[in-house]
């Protein structure tokens, strides 16, 4: 058999003509035998199981029975014309029933002679019948391939439309297995396969399409499963380890006065755990000499600020200038204060940098920047303008890297010689599996534990008939000095009608807590910028207690003083976007309180994401829940990923087995890095493989 076996055009496989050809390809992406081989069962029914008619009840279901016609008869006109066959096992009678091809049932079963029946039972009256059963004799039901299980593959309504069942499906299977052997070659080593128990290649790919057992079955799919995701953790590794030998990144080898005075004396607060771990992890990524590429996971709340300005001193003590870039100006403001605040003994020279700067104080900071005497700029994307020249920038960290796109990141990169360390912080929890197939080209901290002391936000879930309850709570709190955010869902599609939800909302939110006595602040997208900054502003400083909006205000504003996060039709919210809005409250000392509003009428899905909300306040548990509700195909950054088309493994209930891999992939990578190793042969193959395919970077060659 030549190698390339798997390589034939699908219309050379006995029964597919140039028209089904077509058809797989559009609809399945089938084009080689390779292809359609990988084509994997949904799932299989058990055919092992014969039933005798006796044995039958109301809901058998779909069964398999082995009996003999006796009796054809026609019954009915027209549409109610139906062929009825009498079929005898020894235990009792029943009756199959065609309405499409009676004719060739009718020219074609053989009376009395034994067959095997297929198919879904009903009772009509007192007796079982069978409509459109799968029939077949017994003696070639015997000599047929036989397999434990039944495969169910994959379809489409362009392929039902078009007659191509699942036995066609399965047939053309059976004639490319019977044509193919044991031709698929073994891509993993002897010993990933002893260590891990994995039967080998042609056993899996045999069994998971022709199960022979359940044990089998089950033992096929998992050594698919391992070897996909295997192979794919081996890609992100060797990418991973390309870039950190190929992008130089400049050495901070010192720790040196800046980060220890500041680290004795100047700390507000003794670091938690989890943030000494993440501070350490970076000064060790760029002692290195390489290029630190870093992504910061940690929830809201949980104290990035601190780490960024730690790794801003490490920059600075090895004579680099740092810079934090923010989505929005408001962001940046934020960012500067809380920076410069934390610095303001230390002689350290910090700047903002925003649209808004005036041409003046813009001047300024570019040549002090360029001189060197700016140790730390903070600002909007403002500040990857071409114009904006650092005497010699060390590293650049991004917050909530969702609001910047590829191209901007890359710009900063071009800001010194060699790039300037990243490290980009995002309070969007990734489940850490998920995270590592996703960004194993990034390296990944994760602060997992919140600062001491923090009060869990309270969550309840209202209906809006309890509205005027919810009204007279919000007033305690005001009353008790606390501020309050409102927030409506702003969908695309149905912008307009949102909008006027939203201004009806507020105009009743004034109207319930009247002026002077409570003042109401409104922000949203449809208001020019000047304006929802100057609103921002004013919630921010305490002259409104109440801000109504929408989801504008999700990326990281801090207002320690609201405690109270109101989220109007909550069921419309997704949940990581539940948990950012409600991210917003529980920042200052005081009991917080999230309240979720939604209608009477919940589709399943909107409770499960209410409960987990009520029930959790775990970023990452939130993120597992959502992972499982939308598929990791919603999820923020997996589309451009590639990562996960995926064809036997299931990203999130593979989870166990994808850590395997990941590890195994590590050890393997570690004892022959190259994969020189004569016994390592077949792994490298398929990795050069892959990467003719995608055109990546080199990594083996
Ligand atoms: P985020 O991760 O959301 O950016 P911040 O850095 O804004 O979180 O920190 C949230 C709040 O927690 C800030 O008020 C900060 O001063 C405080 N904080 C951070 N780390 C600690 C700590 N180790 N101990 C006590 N408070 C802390
Ligand atoms: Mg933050």
Redesign the pocket.
Known sequence: MPTNFLHTPIDYLNGVGPARAKLLKAELGISTYGDLANLFPNRYIDKTKYYKINELVPDSAHVQIVGKVTHLKTMGDGRASRLIATFIDGTGSMELVWFKGQKYFKDNLKLNEPYVVYGKVSKYGSKYNIAHPDVELLKEHRSRQQSAMTPIYPSTEQLTKRNVTNKMVVRMMQQLFSEVQNSFTETLSDQIRAQHQLVDKNTAMYNAHFPKSAALLQQSIYRLKFEELFFIQMELLLQNRIRKSRIKGYAFEKVGEQFNDFYSNHL?????GA?KRVVKEIRADMGTGAHMNRLLQ?????????VAVLTCLLAIDNGFQACIMAPTEILAQQHFQ?VSELLKNTGLQVALLTGSVKTKARRVIHSDLEDGSLNILIGTHALIEDKVVFKNLGVAIVDEQHRFGVAQRAKLWKKNNLPPHVLVMT?TPIPRTLAMSLYGDLDISI?DEL??GRKEIKTVHRYDKNRLGVFSFLKEEITKGRQVYMVYPLIEESETLDYKDLMDGYESVVREFPAPQYQVSIVHGRMKPEDKDYEMERFVKGETQIMVATTVIEV?V?V?NASVMVIESAERFGLSQLHQLR?RVG?GADQSFCILMTSYKLSNEARTRIETMVATTDGFEIAEVDLKLRGPGDMMGTRQSGVLALRVADIVKDNDILAIARNTAIDLLQKDATLELPEHASIKKVLQFLQSKKGLWKYIS
């Open positions: 507000p607060f003794e670091l938690t943030q940690g929830d809201v709340g949980s104290g990035k600020t601190i809380g309070a602060i600062p001491p990281g801090n320690p991210g920042r």
